[in-house]
């Protein structure tokens, strides 16, 4: 059999088990998607957001890039958490990075990586944002695990800054924003900032105060 063949067997040997345990398990989730949490994740193939928070199908609506970047000119992203808010009307947006993460190290070289130079660079842009607190720590881990940490709770501002967010929280008070760190040496998650809806920004410049008249 051939590696990728394997995924296509264990599938089946999985939609089998899940409807030897539950007969409507499929007929359940085929006619509604109402999710309460959407996910911005890091790419990387260790941090399943499932698998790490042990939920089902129908329950996780999930983003996911290298390095967990909110970036404004990312269509994908912003069409997903357009989605996800209004549509879906999602409560709680999570955004999960790790320890350990190959984006944020590599953005804290100056190695050329080719075309992802480009989507690096934001990463860079938060080092330098935050320079000092993190040059106070010693070279190596501390500093890598430092900017892993303050990039994603640069990322959940960036969320607070976007319209999408702004205009939900004037409509519906909601959703409520999270920045997790989760680590691959024990699959633990600490949670970094939770922003509740119309919380302060980190400046006030970024503050929308017409979105409603816009319609
Ligand atoms: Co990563």
Known sequence: MKVFEQLLFENKAWASER???????????????KPKFLWIGCSDSR????????????????????AN????????LLSVLQYAVEVLEIEHIIVCGHYGCGGVKAAMTNKSYGLINKWLRNIKDVYRYHQQEIEE???????????????????????????????????RNGPHLHGWVYALDDGVIKP????EPNGELDHPI??????LDEG
């Not at 030897?20 to 499929?26: L, Q, S």
């Not at 609506?61 to 290298?66: E, G, L, S, Y």
């Not at 970094?192 to 922003?195: A, E, G, N, Y």
């Open 19 to 33: 409807v030897a345990e539950d007969p409507n398990y499929f007929h359940r989730l085929v006619d509604i998607q």
């Open 47 to 66: 941090v399943p957001p499932n698998e790490i928070t042990q939920t089902q199908p129908g329950e996780i609506f999930i983003h996911r890039n290298v």
């Open 137 to 171: 720590l010693p070279e190596g881990d501390a500093r890598v695990n430092k900017l892993i940490e303050l990039n994603i709770m640069e990322q959940v501002y960036n969320l607070a800054k976007t319209s999408i967010i702004q205009k939900a929280w004037q409509k």
């Open 69 to 76: 970047l909110v970036l404004h000119t990312d269509l994908n």
């Open 192 to 195: 970094l900032v939770d922003l």
């Open 206 to 211: 970024y503050k929308y105060d017409n979105l």
